[in-house]
Each structure stands twice: as structure tokens, then as C-alpha cells.
């Protein structure tokens, strides 16, 4: 009888928790300052923008994403050589965020965490993410990303899925 | 008696309507295609983003808007010499976007759009714009503009203000 693995079980995004994988787009915590005459006020650089490699240079994008059902079978992670990619919700409502540290062999074991609604991630240059996964309902995002020529896209298929649960 | 200037009447964004000031970043007429095995579509480079200057870098920003009382009396705008500034709603509710053409004495009569919740604009540089302009309600926006040295802000000051409407 093959070995059951426990779900991981995602985590809650804080800044903090995030660290070693990026920066967590959010109000709350940023440095921010009023402009306009008092009627803004700038949440300001709130992620480290990456256009490199051959051609390199900066895309804003949308991305509309279909639900994925929970808990989730995680096999496969990419990251991205020569550019940063960060995602903000469109609609106020969780979604999911996965990241793997980088080992000799590929990517480590995946974390996973809960993004609020009103936070977003930004992801650098060969950091291994999982692919945008809204979940309970589609979702659209911002996306911040890197165009130009080259190869941007490094793939990982791991042998046998991990399971990833959101608590309730 | 002071003759009094029949207000300028807040336009809808269009992609046509605003070609002369700046790219609209929304889904509708983009070219996209589907990413992810098919789980997400993505709507491909909608903004081009300018980071010139000296030590010029993109940032990514988060914005809260205080709503303007309409109609609004137009007096300022603004524009920026080494980059772009895009702008993007987080709330699905409309916005105002101002803009005028250049000319010999500055920045000319302005024009006026209602943006949809769904619509973001991106100015490129040197595009005289007013500032951000939610009414109604407060309003969170994701900025993507230029950070770096230099003097990137000009500011010019209409002899009289210009009264700004949106149809009902």
C-alpha cells in the first residue's frame, strides 16, 4: 500500500513569511507618503522590478484564471532567468501563492501560502513558483513581468505531486 | 458678469478615443492567448513602460485615492519627463482620467474620460495628465511609474480652472 503524504498546508502571506521568495505587494507595513495635495496616499516601490537577458524590458499584462480545485495536486513549478514576474488580484479574494527554494537537484519542497485579496507577490529572477492558482472562483490579475528574446522559461516536473490544502 | 464656460464632458475610455495620450489597459481588444495548459488567458503587454534618466528603474506602487466632488474644477496638471505612469483600479468602480495635448504655452484644453473599473490607462512621458481622480468613493489603484534621480515631476497651473463633468 503506497504511503499517504500529508497535505502541506498553505500558510497565511506575510511579509515576513515571504522573505527568502519576494516581496509581498500590500499596504499595510509600506513605507507611504501623501502626494496630491493630501488627497493620495503612495504606498511606495513595493517590489523589485528585473528586465535582463537579451532584449530584456518591462510588460504589464492581465491574466484572467480559472479556479483550481482544492487540495491541489502540485507537480509542476517554473522560474523565470532573466526576469522578476509579480501578480496583484483584480477581485478581493484569496488566492493562492506556491514557492520552492532552489537545491542541487531542482526545486526543494514546495511552500504554499494564502494571499489576500489585497495583496499581491512579486517573484525574482530564478526564484521556482507554482503557476497563478485562483481558487472558488476565476480571477484576474496585474501582472508585472519581463519581455525580449531568450529563454525566460525553465520548467520542473517534480516525480510525484504534493499535495497543497487551504484551511477553511 | 463673468461668462461662465459650459463644463468639458467627461468621455468613455476607448482604446480609439485615447490613442493620442497613452495606451488603455484593459482585456477587451487585447491580443492574448492562453497560458498554464489552458488555466489562465493572458493579455499581452498592454503598457509601455519608460524608465529613463538617470538611475531610471520601474516601480511598482500601490495608490489610495480620496474621492473629488464633480464637477470637478480643473486647475493642475502634471507630467513626467523620464517615464511612464500607468495606473490600474482595485475596486471595480468608474475613475477620471484627464489629459491634455502640449503646445506652444504648455499644456492645451483639457479632455476627459470615464474609466471603468476595469480600465487602466498608462501615460507615456511628457503625457500632461491631472492627478489621480477616483469620485465617489475612496479608491486603491497599482501604479507602475519611474523611480531614479532627477527632476521627474513638472507641474503647470491653468490662468483659470476648467469645470469637469461625467454623465450620469
Redesign the interface.
Known sequence: MKAQMNPIIAKPLTRAAFAPYGEV???DG?HHYP??G??????????R?E?AGPGG??????????P?ALPLALRLVERHPFGSQ?F?P???RPWLVIVARDGEDGPGVPEAFVAQG?Q?V?YPRNQWHG??TPFGAAQ?F???DR?GEGANLEEFTYPSPFPIAVRD
Chains 1, 2 share one sequence.
Open positions: 505587494i500590500e499596504m509600506a502626494i496630491n493630501g488627497m493620495a496616499e503612495r504606498f511606495h516601490d513595493l517590489a522590478v528586465a524590458r518591462v510588460l504589464v499584462s492581465l491574466f484572467r484564471g480559472q483550481y509579480a496583484f483584480l477581485q478581493d489585497n499581491g512579486n503557476v497563478l484576474d496585474i501582472v508585472i519581455g
